[in-house]
T-cell receptor, first 117, second 114 residues
Framework: AQKITQTQPGMFVQEKEAVTLDCTYD???????LFWYKQPSSGEMIFLIY??????QNATEGRYSLNFQKARKSANLVISASQLGDSAMYFC??????????????FGKGTKLSVKP | GAGVSQTPSNKVTEKGKYVELRCDPI?????LYWYRQSLGQGPEFLIY????????DSGLPNDRFFAVRPEGSVSTLKIQRTERGDSAVYLC????????????FGPGTRLLVL
């Protein structure tokens, strides 16, 4: 079974609008970490935001926020006020183990976001 | 400061040849990770180092793949007897430590095996 599921292969959003990218995860660990990365066409993976499983508040970083629903095992990324430069692949990832100590990240297949002018 | 660097940025080789891919992590980062990303997929874990030792190599697909980090800084991923299926982007990441810390990625090496 997939550990990270991103059900939206592609998404379109109008410039200046908000968009939500979906991510569900599967783990039996009580302690884990969730990450979102952006990968532009240049190929580099850019860290966006992190949510720990014990964090009570949803993480926010500038225009990025993570809608964390632990009981539903979902960690959706919300991008507010989309910009043309937001067009890229977005990957959800998880690190398992106490405090996320397992080391490696497990990635989903990604969502391609296209921002329309 | 400087980010993670990887060389070469592109490598074309013939089936059966040996290749080495290099990763230079962010200074001071003790944990280093290798991932492989095939077209249209997310990165898949290969191996990670904490210091000089391989803490987890469970993602290496077979014994043709090997990685070293002799001085706890630069790492080299080595692929013997390359096969066409090895063609992918090989990504390196580093973090301050292996637990909880965010991993920062390099630009990747695009390997093409003909």
């Amino acid at each position: 079974a997939q550990k990270i599921t991103q059900t939206q292969p592609g998404m379109f959003v109008q410039e200046k609008e908000a968009v939500t990218l979906d991510c569900t995860y599967d783990t039996s660990d009580q302690s884990y970490g969730l990450f979102w990365y952006k990968q532009p066409s240049s190929g580099e993976m850019i860290f966006l935001i992190y949510q720990g499983s014990y964090d009570e508040q949803n993480a926010t970083e500038g225009r990025y926020s993570l809608n964390f629903q632990k009981a539903r095992k979902s960690a959706n990324l919300v991008i507010s006020a989309s910009q043309l430069g937001d067009s890229a692949m977005y990957f959800c990832a998880m690190r398992e183990g106490p405090g996320g100590s397992q080391g490696n990240l497990i990635f989903g297949k990604g969502t391609k976001l296209s921002v329309k002018p | 400061g400087a980010g993670v660097s990887q060389t070469p940025s592109n490598k074309v080789t013939e089936k059966g040849k040996y290749v080495e891919l290099r990763c230079d992590p962010i200074s001071g980062h003790t944990a280093l990770y290798w991932y492989r990303q095939s077209l249209g997929q997310g990165p898949e874990f290969l191996i990670y180092f904490q210091g000089t030792g391989a803490a987890d190599d469970s993602g290496l697909p077979n014994d043709r793949f090997f990685a070293v980090r002799p001085e706890g800084s630069v790492s080299t991923l080595k692929i013997q007897r390359t096969e066409r299926g090895d063609s992918a982007v090989y990504l390196c990441a580093s973090s301050f430590s292996a637990s909880k810390e965010t991993q920062y990625f390099g630009p990747g090496t695009r390997l093409l095996v003909l």
